[in-house]
């Protein structure tokens, strides 16, 4: 590069954190795909719908989820499907198929995909407490005024 060209390089800006208001989302999963469905909730929770989008702030906005229990899986997920975890003791794996959680709780199918698209950070971790889950069509975030997403 030339000194000339040196000069006329643009700085690259940074974003702080230090915000005061942040939006709220609202999704309905009614009738949707379960991963499709993640990757757009992921996309706002990280803030890349924002042109301030920086990889390593965490500027993205809350996201209210209703009609968790009306979400779908293609193919033969429904029937194939297990969420496995570990207690950490021998002999402690449970596995739940994909059917029973729906039953007994619809809400940990999707924060366990949303979850899996985020950063494994602290990063990842504060994203998450913006989440906000319902299995039915009510929820209780009215005073936060959030704004309807159509997928």
């Known amino acids: 590069m030339s000194d000339q060209q040196r000069k006329e390089k643009q700085p690259t800006k940074f974003f702080s954190t230090n915000r005061g208001e942040?939006?709220?989302y609202l999704f309905d999963a009614q009738g949707k795909t379960l991963g499709r469905l993640?990757?757009?909730?992921?996309?706002?929770?990280r803030g890349k719908h924002k042109a301030q989008y920086t990889p390593n702030a965490d500027l993205g906005d809350g996201?209210?989820?209703?009609?968790?229990?009306?979400?779908?899986?293609s193919g033969r997920k429904a029937a194939q499907k297990e969420y496995i975890s570990h207690s950490g003791y021998v002999g402690g794996l449970s596995r739940i198929?994909?059917?029973?959680?729906?039953?007994?709780?619809?809400?940990?199918?999707l924060e366990h995909a949303v979850k899996g698209?985020?950063?494994?950070?602290k990063l990842g971790e504060e994203m998450v407490k913006k989440l906000r889950i319902y299995s039915?069509?009510?929820h209780d975030m009215q005073a936060q005024k959030p704004v309807?997403?159509?997928i």
């Open 38 to 45: 993640a990757s757009e909730i992921v996309k706002v929770l």
């Open 117 to 121: 698209m985020l950063p494994k950070t």
């Open 148 to 150: 309807h997403v159509a």
């Open 63 to 73: 996201v209210i989820i209703i009609n968790a229990k009306e979400v779908k899986v």
């Open 136 to 138: 039915g069509s009510e």
């Open 97 to 109: 198929p994909y059917s029973d959680m729906m039953e007994k709780n619809p809400e940990k199918i």
């Open 22 to 24: 942040m939006d709220w």
